[in-house]
């Protein structure tokens, strides 16, 4: 199973952004998707997810409000988007897929991507 992410970057504080999740080698509808966070010297850091089945959605209280989590299983495609930006966002945010129906803990996550890089900066 192979997740791929990409739109990370360079971004203003107060900016916006998306970031993308494709994933091949399972059957994306029967995956619960969810996104995650890393700064250097700290724990990976839940940030969303989205369930299969309907796509009901749950987030982390740091950018709930600010962040939406979709998937299109048609696309095989997760993203996260995220508006009003702070310094405090900036990380490596990590897709990651679990046979699970629902958890936060990054450990009952089998797949995850490589990472992208997410600064907040003016």
């Known amino acids: 199973v192979q997740l791929v992410e990409s739109g990370g970057g360079l971004v203003q504080p107060g900016g916006s952004l998306r970031l993308s999740c494709s994933v091949s080698g399972r059957t994306f509808d029967d995956l619960l998707m969810a996104w995650f966070r890393q700064t250097p010297g700290e724990e990976r850091e839940f940030v969303g997810q989205?369930?299969?089945?309907?796509?009901?959605?749950y987030y982390s209280t740091s950018v709930k409000g600010r962040a939406t989590i979709s998937r299109d299983d048609a696309k095989s495609t997760a993203y996260l988007q995220m508006s009003s930006l702070k310094q405090e966002d900036t990380a490596v945010y990590f897709c990651a897929a679990s046979t699970e129906y629902y958890t936060r803990s990054p450990d009952h996550y089998e797949y995850w991507g490589q990472g992208t890089q997410v600064t907040v900066s003016s």
């Open positions: 989205i369930l299969r089945n309907g796509g009901t959605t």
